[in-house]
């Protein structure tokens, strides 16, 4: 549910932020992702099951005004974070969180030298 309500708030910072503050994160997202997957493939581990997170409509009471400006009651569409439990194989998490760690010391060189060459194209 969190990083629903961040995804908005990082697009408006992004909005803000400098050329090199958007270079730099633009480099850094390979990371961000694999520390996210690695976060939660943690938490599957432990738990021994997935988390799966759905969106569902349900309709919810308003309040609406006609052209006289006369209130009325009215319906809208609102929607609602859903979790459920989804069966997973921890053997396959397990190989998928050592892959992820093998994996992230290069990702986290190239994000290094990316982030070097934002420096050196946008400097403050």
Do not use: W
């Not at 005004?65 to 009651?73: C, F, R, V």
């Amino acid at each position: 549910m969190l990083k629903y309500l961040a995804l908005p708030a990082l697009a408006i910072l992004a909005a803000c932020a400098t050329p090199q503050e958007q270079c730099i994160n633009t480099a850094s997202s390979q990371v961000r992702n694999m520390q996210a997957l690695i976060s939660t493939t943690q938490g599957n581990i432990a738990r021994g099951y997935a988390i799966h997170q759905s969106q569902e409509p349900y309709e919810a009471i308003n309040t609406c005004y006609d052209k006289d400006k006369k209130p009325y009651t009215c319906f809208h569409t609102e929607y609602r974070t859903v979790e459920t439990p989804v069966t997973i194989d921890v053997a396959e998490e397990r190989r998928k969180l050592a892959q992820l760690k093998r994996r992230l010391p290069a990702e986290r060189r190239k994000m290094d030298a990316a982030i070097a060459n934002c420096r050196i194209q946008f400097p403050e």
